[in-house]
């Protein structure tokens, strides 16, 4: 075949195995440069000016690719000779080689026309390209000629698609070459990225067995991998379920902070008394700033570890060393002497808290007369302390504590959101209160910050405080392991927390952490009641009929009438049916390739006798233990034990049975790996 372009007709195709036919071809522009694909037999490019055709010779009416080059007239084309697809394209006065990838589209239809993607790149610094030709043999490689009459030998990089694996891997083709980069040989700075990755940090967690822990959620945050995000709700949880007094087998069910405070009426009311300064000239004067109190605000202050847990709370705080913290607890309950004595103690435990000595100096000095020099002082240096629990210290005592005061300190983003709110619990009034509650609420919950949760609660608005969190983290995970701590209507209504779980669950899938996963369903199911059970999607078949040979206990507990089936006690060993024979045609079942024994025959023929230790009980009633369970190839459907299997294909790649020329092993996605300790087939989807 010969295809020729002719200025005043077009395109025409000749077969010169037939000098009686006539040519034939499209009446068209584009004569110039016409070039067969080296790759492909009846397609050919041809162009005019600065457009490019893709002609098929089997329909040779209309181009089935078109470029329309935004650039000077083309002045030659060239398909390589080693890339399939590809061809190449310099235009005129211009220093710029372009590289069209002829890519088949499938959209909705087989037969979709295909498209050219370009892409260009200056190929002789500058200097304007007259012509270009493709090495025969060495992939990209290309020779050009220049205008300056130099030539250039340039080889063209190809574009490449990276593939980022669940398991760590990157993955990119380079041409035809493959190149692979696993998370243990990768740069110091692609390994830095990898581990800083949520699902590097769930992965580890996950092995770690982190959110499992149910006596004490705090202990969980060990586990975090270097994201503390999730910290402060796991003490949160621990806080909520020492307030309701619930143990580790009760589900969560807490309204939040925000409901509290409306208690059952919807508008709680609270008694205002005056504060009370113990240890000091002013414990019996009259005025003061007023506290506040009722029942709900008594249940906010305990989750928060003021009021009745005020001590715990100082011993927890002291032992961790945040005596700033701690000092501040004893100022906001009027024990000023107290908070005193700890910022001496403190100031003696090393030079990183020699300067509190000097605090304690000056809040020795307090004075609730005004005006007063002290006051004066103390709130000209206030806005100059960095750390967040003196500067509250400080502007609680100097100011005169107005609403004004009281809000600001409530408001410091600086302050443990708990003592912020156990804070405004104390002294801000109902309305206040209820606004500042609302505001903080809504704050936690548009930023996604889990905290919250303890103002929220676990209903809808506490699923969108997490789901905002899944979204800015994609954190599945702690969204999954808080997911079964709930048992709230609202959280096993709505189809998010579901999806948390699922997507958590086909992550551990493709990480092959079966073992974590089956501990995950157990932890999710345990206070839901077990869920729901699945029906048996898989059986083994017989051969012959077709028919399904696992054995049918109700055959053996049959009562007449469709009575149910009744087990009154567990059976022994002699007492489990031996099924080695089809039950509805009587054929036998298939043998194991190795040992020639049939399926369903007891592998351990033992028994229970008073001479044998626990171990040796324990043996004698497990009739099939894992290694000898049936396994089979999908391909050529031989099989047999597991451990048989195992030990034959570490040494061949064929099927075990004669005369099969299987190669079950390649074919297979399965691999048999054989311990010390025992025998196990591992298969990976």
Known sequence: MLVGGFQTKGLRLFDLRDSASKPRGPSTKAVYGVCGDPFNEHRVASFSDNILHVWDMRSFDKPIATHESSHKAISQIQWSPTRYGLLGAVTKDSPDFRLLDLQHTHVMRDDHDPVLLERSFNATDGRAITSFSWHPHLENRVLFGTTTNTMHDVKVMERI??????????????????????????????????????????????????GLNVDKFAENSALLAGDNRPEAMWTALD???????????????????????????????????????????????????????????????????????????????????QYERAAALCVFHFELRKAIEILQTASKKGENYRHLSIVAVALSGFTDDQPSLWRSLSSTITPEIEEPYLRAVLLFLSSSRSEGVLKRISTDTDLQLEDRIAFACTFLNDSVLTDFVKDLAEHFTSKGLLEGLILTGFGTEGIDLVQNYVDKTSDVQTASLLTALVLTREWSEDPRPHRWVEDYREVLDSWMLWEARAIFDVYNNRLKGGGPRMPRQIVATCTFCGKSIAHNASSQSVSGRGDKLLFPKTPNVSEIPKVMACSSCGKSLPRCALCQIHMGTPTNMGFVTGEMDDAGTLLAKKINPIEKWFTWCQSCRHGGHASHLAEWFREHSECAVTGCSCKCMMIESGCATVTKSRRRIATSN
């Not at 990276?162 to 990768?186: F, M, P, Q, V």
């Not at 069910?253 to 008694?271: D, H, P, W």
Request: glycine share 8%; charged share 25%.
């Open 161 to 210: 698609t990276l593939n980022w694996s669940k398991t760590h891997h990157l993955l990119w083709a380079c041409g035809r070459e493959t190149r692979y980069l696993s998370d243990i040989s990768a740069p110091e700075l692609v390994l830095h990225v990898i581990n800083d990755d949520i699902s590097m940090r769930m992965k580890i967690r996950a092995t770690n067995g982190y």
């Open 239 to 321: 806080a909520i379920r020492n307030v309701e007094g619930l143990d580790s087998m009760d589900g969560m069910t807490f309204r939040g902070i925000r409901n509290v405070l409306a208690g059952e009426t919807g508008k709680a009311k609270s008694t205002a008394a005056m504060s009370v300064w113990e240890g000091t000239p002013y414990a019996g004067r009259k005025d003061g700033v007023p506290i506040y109190t009722s029942n709900e605000r008594d249940i906010i202050l305990r989750l928060c570890g003021w009021s009745l847990n005020k001590d715990s709370t100082l011993e927890s705080l002291l032992y961790q060393e």
